[in-house]
């Protein structure tokens, strides 16, 4: 009886875990605590499912069997990153699962595990011929360790998880670390860069100067100028300022998606991952104010009637500009991306693939793939014309603003993770995630200028004066004359002119 008591809780424990880890893509929507609930009912239920499946064994295997095909999709999705970033990661997950899923359904011989997983080791080694270094290093190291982490006897619990659930586990858990490999590692191959024409480094990231080690790495999401022409980053590990010759960290948290500066009236406005809207004061970036939105923080915008911020499960805020204090709000669908349209309205895309004008008394819509995951919006200053694009997208998407009825596509490629309008230039700049690509396109959508690869992990595309941007990648951080980058560009400007 005690055996089977300890048995029982080992077996809810180990359910959290296993749960935990496949529902963990959806913890920014639900939250923190949603995703916790979820885990532990979850787990709760797998130490209660030799109970149900004793008394109702064919509701037990259909529950399992769309449970799995539900879990299976997310798992792809967790891992799609580096398959989508090149195809032989591809190959190298379809190996992993289906041996993975060998070891699952056959006795556990540890001997024949070493050698398979030597072989994985080649195969990893081999890869990085065609594909990162580092990422074929990552699965050299992970697949042998799992592999014989399997058949030491851990997969004793399969008969209680599952086989199929279990192997799924084990794949998000191989291609999680995969992609923190991915996510962090800097990319090597921007040679091209150093002497490019246009192109101003400010860091590379495996350059970076000894005091930036530490504090700041490849997890920043972006960069961006304060008040006084210095970078900010926001990542991970939180928002840091840099002086010279050093870095100090504004107290907000972990950065969300964007700084928003008002240079009118010396303000920054960010939010953080846990729904905290910012205000910072002049070039000292002090904060003034703050306030709490329900979710984990996403996108700041600055407009003439206020500031708006959004959160990652579809709230939007309407806030005052100097005590944050919160006006109106809306519920958008979740992902959103937001731009005021600079007439007091405010144009909003979910992943839902819904894009509204908000905050007006015409209540525009248009739509977007659904599939998108999230889109990112720019608009031109004229109020002609909002662009679209999404990292599981290859077009950019131009709508006319005044109905967002479908004007033009361009096709961009997949991997959209930025998008930036230049007044100066008249162009637009989209920039690749998995590629790492610039791509710039003339403002009426007609045609491509050109493209630039600044490195892989291509996060954040921000206006650095009349005429330039500042790109964040795996690569660093770097300043580009878009008029000088690209020449064809130049001349169609001069021609303008």
Do not use: C
């Not at 080791?121 to 014989?148: D, F, H, N, Q």
């Not at 998008?419 to 700049?429: F, L, M, N």
């Not at 330039?468 to 990648?473: D, Q």
Request: charge should be neutral; hydrophobic fraction near 50%; aromatic fraction near 10%.
């Amino acid at each position: 009886m005690i055996a089977n008591y300890w048995r029982r809780v080992l077996d809810s424990i180990l359910g959290v875990l296993v749960h935990g880890v496949l529902w963990s893509v959806i913890r920014p929507v639900i939250g923190w605590l949603g995703w916790i609930a979820l885990a532990v009912a979850l787990g709760l239920a797998t130490a209660a499912y030799g109970w149900f499946a004793a008394r109702f064994p064919r509701t037990a295997r259909v529950a399992v069997a769309l449970y799995a095909l539900v879990v299976g999709i997310m798992a792809f999705g967790q891992w799609g990153f580096a398959a989508l970033h090149s195809p032989w990661w591809a190959v190298l997950g379809a190996l992993g699962v289906g041996w993975l899923g060998l070891l699952a359904l056959t006795r556990h011989d540890v001997a024949a595990t070493l050698v398979s997983s030597l072989a994985m080791a080649a195969l990893g080694l081999w890869a990085a011929r065609a594909a990162e270094t580092s990422l074929a290093a990552a699965t050299a190291v992970l697949v042998p360790s799992v592999l014989v982490w399997l058949a030491a006897g851990f997969a004793q619990r399969l008969r209680t998880v599952g086989a199929l659930l279990f192997t799924i586990f084990l794949t998000v858990w191989f291609s999680t670390a995969v992609n923190h490999v991915f996510l962090r590692g800097p990319d090597y191959d921007i040679e091209h860069l150093i002497n490019r024409d246009g192109v101003t480094p400010i860091l590379i990231w495996r350059n970076r100067p000894a005091y930036l080690r530490g504090t700041i790495g490849t997890d920043v999401r972006w960069t961006m100028t304060t008040l006084a022409d210095r970078l900010v980053f926001g990542g991970d590990n939180g928002v840091h300022l840099l002086e010279p010759s050093r870095l100090r960290e504004i107290p907000v948290g972990a950065a969300g998606d964007n700084l928003a500066v008002d240079p009118e009236r010396r303000r920054a406005y960010l939010i953080n991952r846990e729904g905290t809207v910012f205000v910072l004061a002049n070039e000292a970036m002090a904060i003034t104010a703050q306030a709490q939105l329900p979710g984990e923080g996403g996108t700041a915008r600055v407009a003439a009637e206020g500031v708006y911020a959004a959160t990652r499960s579809g709230h939007v805020a309407f806030l005052d500009r100097y005590n944050a204090k919160i006006i109106d709000q809306w519920d958008v669908g979740p992902w959103p991306d937001i731009i005021p349209d600079g007439r007091g309205g405010l144009f909003v895309a979910a992943a839902n693939g819904a894009v509204r004008l908000l905050h007006t008394k015409n209540d525009i819509t248009g739509t977007l793939p659904f599939w998108g995951v999230r889109h990112h919006l720019a608009f031109d200053k004229e109020g002609r014309r909002l662009f679209a694009t999404s990292i599981l997208d290859t077009r950019l998407r131009i709508f006319e603003a005044a109905n967002l009825q479908d004007a033009k596509t361009v096709d961009i490629g997949l991997g959209g993770s930025a998008v930036h309008w230049d007044e100066q230039t008249g162009s637009v700049v989209v920039g690749r995630y998995f590629a790492g690509e610039l791509v710039v396109v003339d403002g009426d959508g007609e045609r491509e200028i050109g493209r630039l690869r600044v490195g892989r992990r291509l996060t954040s595309v921000a206006a650095n004066g009349p005429g330039r941007v500042l790109v964040t990648s795996a690569g660093g951080v770097f300043v580009i004359d878009l008029a000088e980058a690209f020449p064809e560009l130049r001349a169609a400007s001069q021609d303008a002119s």
